[in-house]
Nanobody
Framework: QVELVESGGGLVPAGGSLRLSCVGS????????MAWFRQAPGKDREFVAA????????YYADSVKGRFTISRDNGKSTVFLQMNTLTPEDSAVYYC??????????????????WGQGTQVTVSS
């Protein structure tokens, strides 16, 4: 049984930082591409960042480029999202996802098979 468990969310003032973690179990972690998506109230879930299985390639939404960094530790079956210079617009539930998507599906939900339950990030103004 595959499980992805996110942690690290919380309440932070604008301009602050948070580091999200997602631990995977029940899957051969280093064979999966990993990603973070987010969903704000009343909005569709949107792509945030992705990292290929080797960790050699990363991808970001334009809205977070330069502020967020995705990384992974395959030895610990964990993917991270370092979020800096947070704004209220970053407030959302953040989801970790794992998949075997080809490159063209890196930024879309259909490219990922397994999803975590999400962790809430709230940025106060």
């Amino acid at each position: 049984q595959v499980e992805l468990v996110e942690s690290g969310g919380g309440l932070v003032p604008a301009g602050g930082s948070l580091r999200l973690s997602c631990v995977g179990s029940g899957l051969t972690f280093n064979t999966y591409n990993m990603a973070w998506f987010r969903q704000a109230p009343g909005k569709d879930r949107e792509f945030v960042a992705a990292i290929r299985r080797s960790g050699g390639y990363t991808y970001y939404a334009d809205s977070v480029k330069g502020r967020f960094t995705i990384s992974r530790d395959n030895g610990k079956s964990t993917v991270f999202l370092q979020m800096n210079t947070l704004t209220p617009e970053d407030s959302a539930v953040y989801y970790c996802a794992a998949g075997l998507a080809v490159l063209s599906a890196t930024r879309v939900e259909s490219g990922y098979r397994y999803w975590g339950q999400g962790t809430q990030v709230t940025v106060s103004s």
